[in-house]
């Protein structure tokens, strides 16, 4: 056993023993002990493009989360990059691959075929994508907390690219299972959900409730919770293909993950190719 695991295994009884109302002091010793020694929470995230073409990977932080180093970047076939997570503090935020992206020659401005954030750039700066994408969606426990890890893959703005999530390093808690929709479900889309580029491909697929809006498919107003939403026709094509992504709003039961005790979360676009 390491030094990290012993410590994971005290964090984890601090977490059991909070509960029992042991001093806070000590608690806080226990956490300040097992961050100094490096047994953080994930601390970085590495991107592989294991696609044909390129994509330009797009990351927005939620809203009560730091940006990361990288907004925006351009990830060539085989490539890998890598971004840190923020060294305190839990981190949420959102990763997908836009694809068919060019400059303008007459403009300057840089636009995607699929879920472009609108900037004119490279880097997103704070803006999401426009659907259809297939979204990467993460929340990082507090470095040292000892605090589990949520991750997951969304089809619920629709599908662009296959995307698998995987924790790394560590593993302590939690089932740390990768998640992922590795399938094409741009192969599989309904024809009144494509997205069909100029080429005659198609290139995403959108959600139900983008094409229609309606309450049922979009999981509002009276459909507005997990007993009165459940899937539909178009969500079962979504979930035949990639059984471990969210297809519809309130799918969760077969779609969140949870890990504790990873070093890094590997995203990686089209992972079964
Ligand atoms: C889903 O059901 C609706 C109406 O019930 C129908 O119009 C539509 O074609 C169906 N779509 C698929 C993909 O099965």
Redesign the pocket.
């Known amino acids: 056993m390491t030094v990290a695991h012993l410590l994971l295994q005290l964090s984890v009884a601090g977490n059991a023993a909070r509960n029992r109302m042991v001093p806070p002091a000590i608690l806080l010793i226990l956490q300040l002990l097992f961050a100094a020694l490096g047994a953080d929470g994930a601390s970085s995230f590495t991107f592989t493009n294991a696609c044909q073409h390129p994509v330009w990977v797009g990351a927005l932080h939620g809203a009560s989360s730091p940006p990361l180093a990288r907004s925006g970047f351009y990830l060539a076939p085989s490539a890998t990059s890598r971004l840190d997570a923020p060294s305190s503090g839990s981190w949420s935020g959102t990763f997908w691959a836009r694809t068919g992206c060019a400059v303008d020659s007459a403009t300057g401005r840089f636009s995607c075929a699929t879920a472009d954030c609108g900037t004119g750039d490279v880097a997103c700066e704070g803006r999401g994508p426009a659907p259809p994408v297939t979204l990467a969606e993460v929340t990082l426990a507090a470095p040292g907390s000892g605090g589990q890890d949520f991750y997951d893959v969304s089809l619920v703005d629709g599908f662009n690219v296959p995307v698998r999530v995987a924790p790394s390093g560590g593993g302590g808690g939690g089932d740390c299972r990768p998640a992922s929709c590795a399938g094409d479900v741009n192969a599989m889309c309904?024809a009144?959900l494509r997205v069909v580029a100029a080429s005659g491909g198609v290139v995403a697929c959108k959600s139900a409730c983008a094409a229609y809006g309606s309450a049922r498919y979009c999981c509002t107003g009276q459909y507005g919770t997990p007993a009165t939403c459940g899937p539909?026709?178009?969500s079962q094509?979504f979930k035949s293909t990639c059984p471990a992504a969210y297809s519809y709003a309130y799918d969760d039961a077969s779609s969140t993950f949870t890990c504790s005790g990873a070093t890094s979360y590997d995203v990686t676009f089209c992972p079964g190719s």
């Open positions: 309904p009144d539909t026709n178009y094509v």
